[in-house]
């Protein structure tokens, strides 16, 4: 079936390190692919998407770039900040018409001063 | 943007009440959500809608139902309140185009003792 694997956690790194979550999925069809983000005591919100195979998503420094050949979408950011302490989802999405997402278990990524 | 309300942020109940979380979405999305989530196994999914009166079941039905009487508005209700029910518990919506970004509420957090 439809599943989305990423890495587990914690990931613990010092503020201005490189910064990668891999994320690779299975599905059948041609998914949209997320990342959605959960900072503490909050609900989820998107952080980048792409739907289409070589698409790249991006937002507040994250980019992430949809393999079709690889299957992956893999999150990445250049320098983290203590800020991007959260809880990041991979996620991905099908236009089968129920559009249900089918997350990601999450990866706690704690960013040290 | 985009709101997604739960009525309360946190919650303790007893084992056996009958148990109503209310979410309330401004958008006019079709679809609403309702997941928990629990440390280890991420997002999961209770219940869906896909418009006013329609429900369907998502991977973890038992010991829930919902309500969606107005577009707007999407409950679940925990019939008899058990331990095992103890969970944060996250709403979303979405449009319908089948590649749709899920706007999450803020969760509610309940205990039940």
């Known amino acids: 079936g439809d599943s989305v694997t990423q890495m587990e956690g914690p990931v613990t790194l010092s503020e201005e390190a490189f910064l990668t979550i891999n994320c690779t999925y299975t599905?059948?069809?041609?998914?949209?692919l997320f990342w959605y983000v959960q900072y503490p005591g909050e609900g989820l919100q998107l952080l980048l998407k792409a739907t289409k195979a070589d698409d790249k998503g991006s937002n507040k420094g994250f980019e992430a770039t949809y393999r079709k050949e690889t299957t992956s979408f893999h999150l990445e950011k250049g320098s983290v900040q203590v800020s991007d302490s959260a809880v990041y989802f991979c996620a991905l999405t099908l236009p089968r018409g129920d559009d249900k997402i089918i997350f990601g278990k999450g990866t706690r990524l704690h960013i040290l001063p | 943007d985009v709101k997604v309300t739960q009525s309360s942020r946190y919650l303790v109940k007893r084992t056996g009440e009958k148990v109503f979380l209310e979410c309330v979405q401004d958008?006019?999305?079709?679809?609403m959500f309702w997941y928990r989530q629990d440390p280890g196994l991420g997002l999961r999914l209770i219940y869906f809608s896909y418009d006013v009166k329609m429900k369907e079941k998502g991977d973890i039905p038992e010991g829930y139902s919902v309500s969606r009487e107005k577009k707007e508005r999407f409950s679940l209700i925990l019939e008899s309140a058990s331990t095992n029910q103890t969970s944060m518990y996250l709403c979303?919506?979405?449009?319908?185009?089948?590649?749709?970004?899920?706007?999450f509420g803020p969760g509610t957090r309940l205990l039940v003792l």
């Open positions: 979303a919506s979405s449009g319908t185009s089948g590649r749709e970004t899920q706007y």
């Open positions: 599905a059948t069809g041609y998914p949209s």
């Open positions: 958008m006019d999305h079709e679809n």
